[in-house]
């Protein structure tokens, strides 16, 4: 039974099999996998696995446009985004897109609301709070797995904050939020197990005995369910279908040989901080963000999962930089908050200096860390004999965007600012320029390009994302 | 709005989205939230649980699963292995509606399950040689017996052979673990990532699901008992009494529930309802803007929460060593002037250094009960400044269980320094006193406004930003419709409560019987994990024993756990 097969089964409610079965079964899927990898390989041109990345940044630019202007191939970036000129024959970049999913034209819904979780799940809260699907990187790691492509994590969620509250970006399923792991040493550990190093046994004993116990856990399900109702078993069903789910990653992470171009860190993250720092601080974020700079090329580069999401920050995260970058101290606004932080300073209904500056900090910070990742995939060896950058496919959008009418607006849910970097091993023809004017028909191209993403890191039948069926991009190959 | 409009701001763009800019040079405002208005009035109109929305309908059945939240799987970890987890360790619980147990909602997701995991082998490798060095334990055959009680007592229920074996096998798998104690953390970890632990079930007696109202069978009696007052599993002596079919009856339930009162676990299951009840789920004194946490000691998230928790312990239970007989009344809690901390709440409140365990002395201002504790304010406030409304709705939702709808989109703002002439007040009432928006406002308006002189976390001001003194009078209107199934939908009009200051309407609040009333439903549903449905007599039953002895926990306990429906499950469609 191959790991989709198990998945598929588990998924009916049929969770009888042995674990011994199951290591038999991964058994023969070591043996089996590197002739099917070879194989796979040949088809592929000898390409490394298609990756995608995505970056999720709170509030918005407010006073900014987009990221660029001009022509589609002749164009300038705006100051907010300057920092990443240098990967700018890299990218592709959207302005005058309105938030997928979100009604176009409609106030239904308080902004931060519908723009929290619309921006990566393309979908309204239809007044129930939360989002009503699962946001895109949570969407590819399932249906990765389902489709027969599991790697040792589903996908992989970090970022600059823990707990999110309601209208955060992050949805397994519709209403189950996500919070991103916020401490680099947490996310390194959740790493290693499935990084065997080069000088020790071929698998770690801590995802034996994580297997292990699944096991054991997986197998109380089905002589839970006989007494329980419709809504028990609803809920049985899921808690089960996701430990089997995890059983199955577990599986692959044992079962798989180390990829040549990965090596196991034998110390910590790249920071300073110490382990109970607290990350998300203001003066710790560039300390926090040097450690995940490495972590994002070390899981993908081992192959530990195809899908990473990264979370600047919640959604209208009170979210600071260091004192260093001089952002100025917002007053007391209405939403009750202050200070050098980005929310704050949206709210500030002055077209001030202060107030651009700030904004700018914001999003010149944000464009520098995205730079920076991307300098580290860049440099980053690959199988096949590129690198990381030439099969990763990043992207990042923003909770809110600008208003062109009125650039105090706070929650505009239009010309939200998105980027895209990564020539998609030859599929996305870069550098240029897409402008979808503020036009209703903009938010159908951003549903298009959830799909292509889906589908260049291998879901080939997947047709629609969010509440929109659009088929993909087809202006992303030029 | 549109009726008249007395709050002018000069001529603005109106964006697409139909939201207005503010006027220009409100660079300190607050946020008016004006409020459509439809529900509230549709809400006192039929006289029905206004705080149970059409979602809630379906949460009104026993989901027979009902996930641990975070405090409950801190406790019964720290019961069944002596191992201190920190709550905020666990994954969180889905909010319905100011509710954090409502089981329906809280599914467990692919993030959950391996967070779970981690914990669990964590927890695993820290008991583990804890358990062999008190144990003597060299071999898996002596650790046999060791761990099917913790497999009873976690999993709160006679243990089939075949679960036995399941959890026994990895004592003696190498791929478990290369030395005892490793494979023991595994058993422990798979132990603490089992459906049968992670959730309390709660199945009927004669093991079928259907629809309909069935019996519980004993175990899971004994875990909706021992949840209830202790916020963790039953103890060996429980399990016992359920397998003797002791707990099937009345009186046996009120014996046991006396045994489990007398234990000083009993603290965590009242700590545990005033969380709910005052819809205090997380730890916000962290959040606060660095105007409001400056001066602050570090630890002072873990301060107030803390004195919060001492609080209830204090009130219900007796904490401190004054030698005072505590009331032991829910209702005291709002009236309470008995608060306790070191540095963060001696800053906060205005008083001098506390003796060790007495109540700190009076400190400035009004500070009556619960509502004026730095801690629950914090969960109810914006990052600055004031927040008369959102504290006026939480005092609806979560005291008098009303539902307020959400603000509409066009809120224009008020400043809360701005020299007008006007104190802040009346230039935010000369906003929300028109209709619709009064609808809501006239009854979130008042509660929230005695609250003006409080800062985010609870420092008193004496007066408002433009320096006039706060006013804090108003009228508390008190829904006083009995359930309709009684009145026939008969519309009572809602009681007018006048107050002349914050203390005259916190102590309103503690004497009035909708406040009583309502407590009692959050209650059956911390009790149960459901909403309650009208023709449940439980539900009434309890709503008399708590508003007829005034908040008595120990009452409300006792009506709680002899209701007929305290063994029974009921299932929907």
Sequence with gaps: MTPSKLVAALSRGNYSFSRRRLLQQAGLWSVLWPLLRFERAKAQADLAPRRVLIFFSPNGPIMERGPASGSETKFTLGEFWKPLERHQADGLFFTGMHQAGVPFGEHNEYGHQSAGTGALTARTTEGTNHATGPSLDQFIGQELQRAGIVTPQRSLLWGLHGLTGHWGPWYEAAGKAVNPVANPYSALAGLLPNIAPSNGPRVDPALLRRSAALEAALADCPELRGSLGREGKELLDYHCGNLASLQTSVTEAIARPRAPTCERPSSGPDTILPEDAPFHHAENVDETMRAFRKLIPLALACDVTRVIGFSFGDTAARFGIPSSYGVPSSAQVDSGDSGPQHHAWTHVYEETADKHQALRAFTNWYSEQVALVIDELKATPDVGGGTLFDSTVILWTSELGHHPGNPLEPHPNNHVPVLLFGKGQGTISTGRLYDGAGEEDSALTLHQLFVSLARYVGLPNVDSFGNAGTGPLDWLDG | ?573
């Design chain 2, 1 to 573: 709005m549109q009726d008249r409009a007395p709050v002018q701001p000069p001529p603005r763009e109106t964006s697409r989205r139909g939201r207005n800019a503010p006027p220009p040079g409100a660079a300190a405002a607050l946020l008016v939230a004006l409020v459509t208005g439809v529900g509230c009035r549709a809400d006192l109109v039929d006289g029905s649980h206004a705080d149970r929305p059409a979602e809630a309908e379906a949460f009104g059945s026993d989901a027979g699963l009902r996930r641990l939240t975070r405090y409950e799987y801190a406790a019964t970890v720290e019961d069944l292995l002596g191992v201190t987890v920190d709550a905020n360790a666990v994954p969180k619980e889905s909010i319905l509606r100011g509710h954090s147990v409502i089981a329906g909602q809280q599914r467990v997701g692919y993030a959950d399950v391996d967070a779970f995991l981690a914990l669990g082998l964590e927890v695993g490798a820290e008991a583990s040689p804890r358990l062999l060095a008190e144990s003597r334990c060299e071999d898996s055959a002596c650790l046999e017996p060791i761990l099917e009680d913790l497999l009873r007592r976690a999993f709160r229920g006679p243990i089939e052979d075949v679960v036995r074996e399941r959890y026994l096998r990895p004592l003696d798998a190498p791929d478990a673990g290369a030395t005892l104690e490793q494979r023991l953390t595994t058993v422990i970890g798979a132990i603490l990532s089992s459906p049968r632990f992670l959730h309390r079930r709660e199945v009927s007696a004669d093991g079928v699901g259907t629809v309909g109202r069935h019996s519980l069978d004993g175990p899971s009696i004994a875990s909706r008992l021992s949840y209830l007052v202790w916020q963790s599993g039953p103890d060996a002596e429980l399990l016992a009494a359920a397998d003797r079919g002791e707990l099937a009856d009345a009186e046996g339930r009120k014996r046991h529930l006396d045994r489990l009162l007398a234990d000083p676990r009993a603290r965590r299951g009242a700590r545990g309802f005033v969380r709910e009840w005052l819809s205090v789920f997380d730890n916000h004194v962290a959040t606060k803007s660095a105007s409001v946490v400056d001066g602050l000691p570090a630890d002072a998230p873990a301060e107030l929460e803390e004195s919060f928790e001492l609080t209830i312990d204090d009130t219900l239970f007796g904490a401190s060593d004054s030698g005072e007989p505590p009331s032991g009344r829910l209702v005291e809690l709002l009236r309470t002037t008995r608060f306790f901390g070191r540095e963060a709440m001696q800053t906060l409140l205005g008083t001098g250094p506390a003796v060790a365990g007495q109540p700190l002395p009076k400190g400035t201002g009004p500070r009556l009960g619960l509502l004026t504790h730095p801690f629950v304010l914090a969960a109810h406030t914006k990052e600055s400044g004031a927040s008369p409304f959102p504290i006026g709705k939480f005092v609806f939702e979560s005291l008098l269980c009303e539902t307020i709808p959400p603000p509409p989109a066009d809120i224009p703002t008020v400043s809360e320094d701005d020299a007008t002439g006007q104190t802040f007040r009346q230039r935010l009432e000369s906003v929300t006193n028109v209709r619709p928006c009064s609808n809501c406002h006239d009854r979130i308006g008042p509660p929230g406004f005695a609250f003006l002189p409080f800062d985010p976390l609870g420092r008193y001001r004496d007066a408002d930003g433009a320096g006039a003194p706060w006013d804090t009078s108003g009228t508390l209107l008190l829904a006083q419709a009995p359930p309709r199934d009684e009145h026939g939908g008969a519309w009572t009009p809602p009681a007018e409560v006048p107050f002349a200051d914050t203390n005259e309407m916190l102590t309103a609040l503690a004497d009035a019987e909708t406040v009583q009333s309502c407590a009692a439903r959050r209650l059956f549903r911390f009790a149960y994990g459901r909403f309650e449905v009208d023709s449940e007599t439980s539900a009434r039953a309890l709503s008399t024993a708590v508003v007829e002895s005034r908040g008595a926990w120990v009452a409300a306990l006792n009506a709680l756990v002899s209701a007929p429906e305290f063994v029974e499950m009921r299932i929907a469609e």
